[in-house]
């Protein structure tokens, strides 16, 4: 028998479709449904599993939405991590749904990142960089789905932080080079690109968020992040591609960029790639000191401020403004 939850508790439930929950499995939450009247029932209790017999139920009533107290949202986003490979490639699942889960499955996991000091050394340390592995090697095959960048960009928030913008420069960069490499470097690519900013975490927040223009000490300080993520992952078992990336990817073609003024093929490709999602990415936000821009506001700025002018890649960016175009056959 099923208990109904009075209608009063109406905020207190998010919805998930069905299809994110794995038959078999015993997650640490509830699921409802909602009744005809409004009301919230128990559908499989906390201690239960959720069997194939109660997704038969649901998929032969009909049942688009399920329920989970807002109060084990926790509790479902480590469920949603531990199986997040298998929902990301379950193509039963609506693209949206899949993207929302990556979404929020990836803000949990570079989130803390980002709010967290690493260690130097120690157990703490390899379980941090094994999270942010699994987030890379569980959602590469997603991310080169056709209509799948369209699907995730819709889902992107405008309000910058420093790490939704680094998994949002995963997503971008990951798409345009999903062609020319093998997993087991996108992998390592991918690693380097969600952890190319973390070096702003030892920067002062009175001046990453500093809406006037910054003085001359203050951009120093700005210009310095690349070299402290660098320090910042010293006892990381990173990648020679991923530390490139979280160095250079400030660079510029015609060396005007920093920390060391590389210039044409002395930037790896895939650092450019980089650079391109990065600072698209970067235009698309809200920041403290200037508003969102609309893509193609954005695309026509970098064609006409960096493109122009030799600083980023043109076969890259236009494999990057096809990809948002949704051709993906490049």
Do not use: W
């Not at 699994?134 to 932080?161: H, P, R, W």
């Not at 080079?177 to 690693?191: A, C, F, P, V």
């Not at 990415?281 to 002018?309: G, H, T």
Request: net charge negative.
């Amino acid at each position: 028998m099923m208990h109904a939850v009075s209608r009063e508790s109406e905020n207190s439930f998010f919805p998930i479709s069905p299809l994110m929950i794995m038959p078999d499995t015993l997650g640490d939450f509830a699921i409802y449904i909602k009744r005809d009247n409004g009301l919230h029932a128990l559908y499989c209790g906390k201690d239960s599993i959720f069997t194939k017999q109660h997704m038969e139920r649901l998929h032969g009533n009909g049942v688009q939405e399920i329920y989970i107290e807002t109060s084990e949202k926790t509790n479902f986003e480590s469920y949603a991590k531990q199986y997040l490979g298998k929902i990301l490639n379950n193509e039963t699942i609506p693209i949206k749904d899949r993207s929302r889960v990556f979404l929020d499955t990836s803000k949990t996991i570079v989130k803390s990142a980002f709010k967290e000091k690493l260690p130097s050394s120690g157990e703490r340390h390899d379980e941090f960089f094994k999270e942010l592995y699994e987030l890379v090697t569980n959602s590469l095959d997603f991310l080169c789905i056709e209509n799948v960048i369209k699907g995730i960009g819709q889902l992107m928030s405008a309000d910058y932080e420093t790490y939704t913008h680094c998994i949002h420069v995963f997503v971008f960069s990951s798409a345009i080079l999903r062609n020319r490499y093998e997993k087991d470097i996108l992998t390592r690519i991918g690693m380097g690109a969600l952890l190319h900013d973390i070096g702003k975490t030892l920067i002062p927040k009175s001046i990453l968020l500093k809406p006037d223009k910054l003085t001359q000490d203050e951009f120093a300080e700005i210009r310095k992040h690349p070299l402290n993520g660098v320090t910042f992952c010293t006892n990381a078992s990173l990648s020679q591609e991923a530390y490139n990336i979280i160095l250079y990817h400030h660079e510029k073609l015609d060396g005007s960029g920093y920390p060391s003024g590389l210039r044409g093929d002395r930037i790896p490709d895939y650092v450019r790639a980089v650079t391109i999602s990065d600072i698209y990415d970067a235009l698309i936000s809200n920041r403290a000191y200037a508003d969102a821009m609309k893509p193609f506001e954005a695309l026509r700025l970098m064609q006409e401020e960096f493109l122009k002018v030799g600083q980023i890649d043109g076969d890259l960016f236009k494999r990057f403004v096809s990809m948002l175009a949704g051709n993906h056959k490049i």
